[in-house]
């Protein structure tokens, strides 16, 4: 791995993880935080080389760098604006409900072998979350139940993870992708994006991104030819390996809500 040192300036961005900063090249700079494990890197990095390299519409990356101390990954620089920037009110909120499921279905008609099946990687994240062990049992065996599948899901697809730029829409943020049934990758959206009306937004917001989950549900289901009831059964499940995860806690409740289903 190659070792810098380097003068970055601010940072363009930041998020939970690592800040963004302007790279050589064209690129950007993702700089990993000092107390994230360099293993989040590393899997990131190979998770998007892969999805890009199956046709997946998403930042090509560099190899892995460390910079002032901290792991990096270079990667394109996207030009373009979130699409949850575009949910300013309902009729906005249903036009970009139609464009993630349009992204979505592209995405779930491509396969990559090398992606941890889902059954298992669900099956770490519940084992190591607070979900008391019985609901851990039932969670697992509902999942069980449920066909299984080997396309690429996201695990963290929603609007504030879709870049809109000249080029078409980008995704972002792969770290969690894996393969397997696109029924409950579409649960884990809706499920994400109503967690969303749990925040402070404003009645339009509000409004926009109901609009966006029943507009993308619809259209997606309608694009893939799927019976809306195949997502709303893995809810609960998507639920609970959300609920393991570091969430918001105003999503707590509707959470534990959408468990109980099963």
């Known amino acids: 791995m190659e070792l810098l ?28 935080r000092a107390s994230v494990p360099r293993r989040v890197g590393a899997r990131e990095a190979r998770i998007t080389a892969a999805l890009h390299a199956a046709g997946v519409r998403v930042p090509a990356v560099g190899e892995l760098i460390e910079v002032n101390g901290r792991l990096g990954l270079p990667m394109e ?10 949910l300013v009110d309902s009729q ?15 995405m779930h008609a491509l396969t990559e072998p090398s992606l ?11 084992e190591a979350g607070s ?23 996201h695990g963290d697809f929603h609007a504030a993870n879709i870049v809109v730029t000249d080029r078409g829409p980008v995704v972002i943020d792969c770290v969690v992708a894996h393969r397997g049934n696109p029924c409950a990758d579409v649960a884990q959206t809706c499920v994400a994006m109503t967690e969303w009306l749990y925040t402070e937004l404003t009645e339009p917001s509000r409004r926009a991104v109901e609009s966006f989950v029943a507009a993308y549900e619809a259209r997606y289901c309608e694009l893939c030819s799927r019976d809306p009831r195949e997502v709303i059964a893995w809810t609960p499940i998507v639920a609970a390996v959300r609920f393991s995860l570091p969430h918001a806690t105003s999503s707590d409740a ?9």
């Open 92 to 106: 906005a909120g249903a036009r970009a409900g139609h464009v993630a499921a349009q992204v979505h279905a592209v």
């Open 116 to 126: 941890t099946p889902m059954r298992e990687q669900f099956r770490k994240i519940l």
């Open 131 to 153: 979900l008391p062990t019985e609901r851990k049992r039932s969670v697992v065996a509902a999942m069980n139940a449920l066909p299984d599948g080997d396309r690429i899901c």
């Open 5 to 32: 040192t380097a003068e970055l300036g601010r940072p363009i961005a930041a998020g939970a993880t690592a800040d963004i900063h302007t790279w050589r090249d064209g690129q950007v700079l993702k700089l990993y």
């Open 77 to 86: 620089k996207l030009v373009g604006h979130p699409l949850s920037s575009r």
């Open 254 to 262: 509707p959470l534990l809500r959408m468990i109980e289903a099963i």
